[in-house]
């Protein structure tokens, strides 16, 4: 009962607080400070037409890269986690039919669920979209793939190379950044190309390729492992 | 009489952050089911993002892209016809990090549920006193 109370308390203090910023809130007019900078120069010194894009790869690119790392961070310490013993690798993973629908389906879709990802991380300079959406798609494509068959064998020599490739060639790429431009992850390797076109902005399609890649093998072998983990019981 | 003030798009995704927060806040308060309260994170975790995303609203602009809908030139200004990309950048970094913390949450729920054979909150009290 004092717990309901508490936590009763707790919400409606939080409703009040946020009723009052939503009093006090009104729509800006304008952009402020930095945005505006990005608006004035982003088109002419990244020549990506999607400018949340050269915020995240190019401006604020150490960002993207650290955030690639939680992101595999996360995804060993899921295979650690879920490790599992020398015996239940051979096991089956007991489950109920899957439906004719859900196997057809997935057989027709699969494939192109994986070429809308690509697409999506080739064109993340130009449309919205970008290298994370990307990947998750491509990731979405992998667990309708175990959805449809639960004991389906995914290898994961693939993915472990892909993602190391991937990697490192995002790293290698900021490195040319600092030989032949102005800094690390600079997008002017390659001159900037032209405006709107699939291969232009520079490094920018190379780099959100890499990261496309990268997240979606991450997210397949999170994927992965949760399938495995199934067998031990 | 209600005030039409409140009904513009900035106000309205405001709102709608806040009700998720505090879905979020409550679920993660009262539910039992360990699963039940991941998924309450990331309702509020939605809620929060939506709430970064509409702070950089900017009324009648449009989407950072510049394209047929802005102008297709490189080189200029545009900053009178967009609404402030460097929220919606940010958004991103959040999303992803939501994600693995969630992923990370599963992961612990499975051990759990290995280690008692039960989902339920009340029964993992070995450090209670």
């Given at each position: 009962?004092?717990?309901?109370?508490?936590?009763?308390?707790?919400?409606?203090?939080?409703?009040?607080?946020?009723?009052?910023?939503?009093?006090?809130?009104?729509?800006?007019?304008?952009?402020?400070?930095?945005?505006?900078?990005?608006?004035?120069?982003?088109?002419?010194?990244?020549?990506?037409?999607?400018?949340?894009?050269?915020?995240?790869?190019?401006?604020?690119?150490?960002?993207?890269?650290?955030?690639?790392?939680?992101?595999?961070?996360?995804?060993?310490?899921?295979?650690?986690?879920?490790?599992?013993?020398?015996?239940?690798?051979?096991?089956?993973?007991?489950?109920?039919?899957?439906?004719?629908?859900?196997?057809?389906?997935?057989?027709?879709?699969?494939?192109?669920?994986?070429?809308?990802?690509?697409?999506?991380?080739?064109?993340?300079?130009?449309?919205?979209?970008?290298?994370?959406?990307?990947?998750?798609?491509?990731?979405?494509?992998?667990?309708?793939?175990?959805?449809?068959?639960?004991?389906?064998?995914?290898?994961?020599?693939?993915?472990?190379?892909?993602?190391?490739?991937?990697?490192?060639?995002?790293?290698?790429?900021?490195?040319?950044?600092?030989?032949?431009?102005?800094?690390?992850?600079?997008?002017?390797?390659?001159?900037?190309?032209?405006?709107?076109?699939?291969?232009?902005?520079?490094?920018?399609?190379?780099?959100?390729?890499?990261?496309?890649?990268?997240?979606?093998?991450?997210?397949?072998?999170?994927?992965?492992?949760?399938?495995?983990s199934?067998?031990?019981d | 009489?209600?005030?039409?003030?409140?009904?513009?798009?900035?106000?309205?995704?405001?709102?709608?952050?806040?009700?998720?927060?505090?879905?979020?806040?409550?679920?993660?308060?009262?539910?039992?089911?360990i699963v039940?309260?991941?998924?309450?994170?990331?309702?509020?975790?939605?809620?929060?993002?939506?709430?970064?995303?509409?702070?950089?609203?900017?009324?009648?602009?449009?989407?950072?892209?510049?394209?047929?809908?802005?102008?297709?030139?490189?080189?200029?200004?545009?900053?009178?016809?967009?609404?402030?990309?460097?929220?919606?950048?940010?958004?991103?970094?959040?999303?992803?990090?939501?994600?693995?913390?969630?992923?990370?949450?599963l992961?612990y729920a499975m051990k759990l549920f290995t280690a008692k054979k039960t989902l339920h909150?009340?029964k993992f009290?070995?450090?209670?006193?």
């Amino acid at each position: 009962m004092l717990k309901n109370i508490i936590i009763a308390v707790i919400l409606i203090v939080f409703a009040v607080l946020f009723f009052d910023l939503f009093m006090l809130y009104e729509a800006r007019t304008g952009l402020t400070g930095i945005a505006q900078y990005y608006a004035q120069n982003g088109a002419k010194e990244v020549g990506a037409a999607n400018l949340v894009t050269s915020i995240v790869v190019t401006y604020r690119g150490f960002d993207t890269l650290g955030e690639v790392t939680i992101l595999f961070v996360a995804a060993s310490i899921i295979s650690f986690f879920l490790k599992l013993k020398e015996n239940d690798e051979s096991k089956n993973i007991s489950s109920k039919d899957t439906t004719e629908i859900l196997v057809t389906a997935s057989n027709v879709l699969v494939p192109v669920i994986f070429l809308f990802g690509i697409y999506v991380f080739i064109n993340g300079h130009l449309t919205p979209g970008g290298g994370f959406q990307g990947g998750a798609i491509i990731a979405t494509g992998v667990a309708l793939m175990i959805l449809a068959n639960p004991n389906i064998k995914i290898n994961t020599q693939i993915i472990h190379w892909v993602e190391s490739i991937s990697g490192v060639g995002y790293v290698v790429v900021g490195i040319f950044g600092l030989i032949l431009a102005g800094g690390f992850l600079d997008n002017k390797i390659t001159g900037l190309g032209e405006f709107g076109a699939l291969f232009s902005a520079g490094a920018i399609p190379i780099i959100y390729s890499f990261i496309g890649l990268k997240v979606g093998a991450e997210i397949s072998n999170i994927l992965n492992k949760y399938q495995k983990s199934q067998k031990n019981d | 009489m209600i005030n039409t003030e409140y009904f513009t798009l900035g106000h309205i995704s405001l709102l709608l952050g806040f009700i998720l927060i505090i879905v979020g806040f409550w679920g993660i308060l009262t539910q039992k089911n360990i699963v039940k309260i991941i998924l309450a994170f990331s309702i509020a975790d939605a809620g929060i993002n939506i709430l970064i995303v509409s702070l950089g609203y900017v009324i009648g602009k449009t989407a950072p892209i510049i394209d047929g809908s802005v102008v297709q030139k490189a080189g200029i200004d545009v900053s009178d016809s967009i609404v402030d990309p460097v929220p919606q950048a940010l958004v991103l970094t959040s999303i992803v990090i939501g994600f693995g913390v969630t992923a990370l949450m599963l992961a612990y729920a499975m051990k759990l549920f290995t280690a008692k054979k039960t989902l339920h909150i009340n029964k993992f009290n070995d450090l209670k006193w």
